[in-house]
C-alpha cells in the first residue's frame, strides 16, 4: 500500500551558516559600528539583541535574508515580542519550529478527511503518515495540503509504493 510522511523539519546547520553571515555582515556595516548587536542560538531558539528597536528591527531584516540565501523557510522562524534590556537595548527570542504541533496535525487530518480523498491519515508524533490505494491519490492529498495555506514549512518523505 502506497504511503508518505508529512513532516515540519528545519536544517539546523543552514539555521548556523545563516546567523554567522548575519554577524559577519553585522561586523562590516557602517550603520552598526560601535554597536552591541548580536545573534546567538541555543537548541531551538535564536536570541536577538540590539541597541535600540530600530537596530533590532535591522537585525531581524538580515536574519532574515541571510536564511532565505541559505533556503532556509523564514516561516519556520517564530519571532515572539521583543523585550526591554538594561537602558535602551531591546531582546528578542525566536523559536525555529521543528515537528508538526498536535493543532495544526488535527486540522491537515481534517482537511484530508473533508476532501473525500481514498486516503487515511495517522498521526505519529510529530508527524503525519498518509496512505492510500493508488498513487494518484496521494499525489491528490500532497496537492490538497500545499493548496490549504498553512504557514509552516512541510516536507513529504518516505514516499513509497
Known amino acids: 500500500m502506497p504511503s508518505f510522511d508529512i513532516v515540519s523539519r528545519t536544517e539546523i546547520p543552514e539555521v548556523d551558516n545563516a546567523i554567522q553571515g548575519a554577524l559577519r555582515?553585522?561586523?562590516?556595516?557602517?550603520?552598526?559600528?560601535?554597536s552591541k548587536c548580536?545573534?546567538?542560538r541555543n537548541d531551538e531558539t535564536i536570541q536577538l539583541t540590539a541597541d535600540d528597536e530600530l537596530k533590532l528591527k535591522q537585525v531581524q531584516e538580515?536574519?532574515?535574508g541571510h536564511m532565505g540565501k541559505r533556503?532556509?523557510?523564514?516561516?519556520?522562524?517564530?519571532?515572539?515580542?521583543?523585550q526591554k534590556g538594561s537602558g535602551m537595548s531591546m531582546r528578542q527570542t525566536v523559536e525555529i519550529?521543528?515537528?508538526?504541533?498536535?493543532?495544526l496535525a488535527q486540522k491537515i487530518v481534517k482537511a484530508i478527511k473533508g476532501s473525500k480523498l481514498k486516503v487515511q491519515v495517522a498521526i505519529q508524533g510529530d508527524e503525519l503518515r498518509v496512505s492510500g490505494k493508488k498513487r494518484d491519490d496521494l499525489q491528490d492529498?500532497?496537492?490538497?495540503?500545499?493548496?490549504?495555506?498553512i504557514d509552516q514549512p512541510l516536507q513529504y518523505v518516505n514516499f513509497r509504493d
Open 141 to 149: 492529498a500532497i496537492a490538497l495540503i500545499k493548496d490549504s495555506g
Open 62 to 64: 538580515l536574519l532574515r
Open 38 to 40: 548580536t545573534i546567538e
Open 25 to 34: 555582515e553585522i561586523g562590516t556595516r557602517y550603520d552598526f559600528k560601535g
Open 97 to 103: 519550529k521543528q515537528g508538526i504541533e498536535r493543532d
Open 71 to 82: 533556503k532556509v523557510d523564514v516561516s519556520a522562524l517564530d519571532f515572539k515580542e521583543p
